[in-house]
């Protein structure tokens, strides 16, 4: 596609429901990356993926949060019981190459806004 | 582990002038930096990337520097105008194991008043 796709664009849940958000990056982009932006803050690096091997989930912060990239395009986060705290703007980012850090822009998508009730 | 920080936080200037944003990190071991405007609703739209070879990038009105050893780098704004109102974020790569991944600022809001 033109750019990273992400979807819903809002989703509104209530405490205890699991979520699950969804990333669709630049064709042919290799990582992909998952980020978490509260409110007047950066955002914060989650996880990402290299075609679909998870490289590093050092981000995600507690084993209720879980990502996937079965066939190494879309990807999926999901939230388990979802708590208030989990409230914030999920972003998704892809990027060209699977590098060791070869110096490759981000681009990244709309974000998902998740407000749990 | 690697901070990012960003100043002013806000700033607020009137349309032409031009105009410095400062980003700094504590760990001097990266690879890459790059400069985001974001907008509200919108993704992130990358600015600049400079490589840390590199001492600076240009596009257009924008100019960003890397000073790698000292650990800041900062974004300059030739003839600002309101449609550059938006809130423009600093990022560094570590580039080690764990790929790109990228440790934000908490970004500068910035206004261009006409």
């Known amino acids: 596609g033109a750019g990273v796709s992400q979807s819903p664009r809002y989703k509104v849940t209530k405490r205890g429901q699991d979520v699950a958000l969804r990333c669709d990056p630049i064709?042919?982009?290799?990582?992909l990356y998952w980020y978490r932006q509260a409110l007047g803050q950066g955002p914060e690096f989650l996880t990402y993926f290299n075609y679909e091997a998870q490289q590093d989930k050092s981000g995600l912060p507690n084993d209720r949060f879980s990502a996937e990239r079965p066939e190494g395009s879309i990807s999926t986060l999901t939230i388990q019981r979802t708590e208030q705290r989990d409230s914030a703007m999920y972003r998704c980012a892809s990027s060209s190459f699977a590098g060791q850090g070869a110096g490759e822009t981000q681009y990244f998508g709309p974000g998902t806004r998740l407000l749990v009730l | 582990k690697q901070e990012v920080t960003q100043i002013p936080a806000a700033l607020s200037v009137p349309e032409g002038e031009n105009l410095v944003l400062n980003c700094s990190f504590t760990d001097s071991a990266i690879y890459n930096l790059q400069w985001f405007r974001q907008d509200p609703g919108k993704g992130l739209t990358s600015l600049l990337l400079?490589?840390?070879?590199?001492r600076e990038q240009t596009s257009g009105r924008l100019n960003a520097s890397l000073d790698k050893s000292s650990g800041r780098s900062t974004l300059y704004i030739a003839a600002s105008q309101p449609g550059d109102s938006a809130t423009y974020l600093c990022a560094v790569s570590r580039g080690e194991t764990s790929g790109s991944r990228l440790t934000f600022g908490e970004g500068t809001q910035l206004t261009v008043n006409p």
């Open positions: 064709s042919g982009h290799v990582s």
């Open positions: 400079i490589q840390s070879s590199q």
